[in-house]
């Protein structure tokens, strides 16, 4: 049967190519143009300053709405995590538990039409957020609220539960023949 109601959506961008956050922006930019409230929070993300937080400011301040600004974009990490055979720093763990509450509590409040969890695939990844809590509030999120998460290697237990899960395919990346990152592209 198809669906033809309005509902809120969950959505993944996953997979090794280029492009899970700048989807979820343009989404984002979609939504915040037709007058919905939208909240970007950024799992792991902190010591690199990148564009689209000035761009989210300008337009925050732009769509402002007497309960607030319409969009909002924060970074809840420092950007930089240890992985593989090094111990998982607990300043990183107590970031992500923070990140997620906050994340937790924007999307059951239902003030948001729009929460976007950038990377907070790769917190999962890395064992330093357990896909149980996700799902659980994801369950039980407010029907109207859109969700999108976006990292590598979404968990298995979110794919199913969403509903328009994207997985980048890594054609070619500039990075291969050694360019470097690019302001305005990448960050
Ligand atoms: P973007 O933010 O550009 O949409 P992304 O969200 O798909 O990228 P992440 O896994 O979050 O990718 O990686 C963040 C950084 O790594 C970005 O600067 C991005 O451009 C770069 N990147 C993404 N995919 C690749 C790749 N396949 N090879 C090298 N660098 C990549
Ligand atoms: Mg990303």
Redesign the pocket.
Known sequence: MVETSRRGLILINTG????????ALGTAFRAAGNGMRVLILQFLKGSWHYGELDAAEALGKALGTPEGPAFVMKQMGRGFVKVGGAETDPEDIRMVEEAWNEAAAAILSGEWDLVVLD?INYAIGYKMLDPEKVAEVLRAKPEMVHVIL???NAHPTLVELADTVTE?R?VK?A?QKGIL?QRGI??
């Open positions: 090794p190519g280029k492009g899970k956050t700048t989807a990377e976006t990292g590598r980048m890594e990346h990075y990152a990448e960050f």
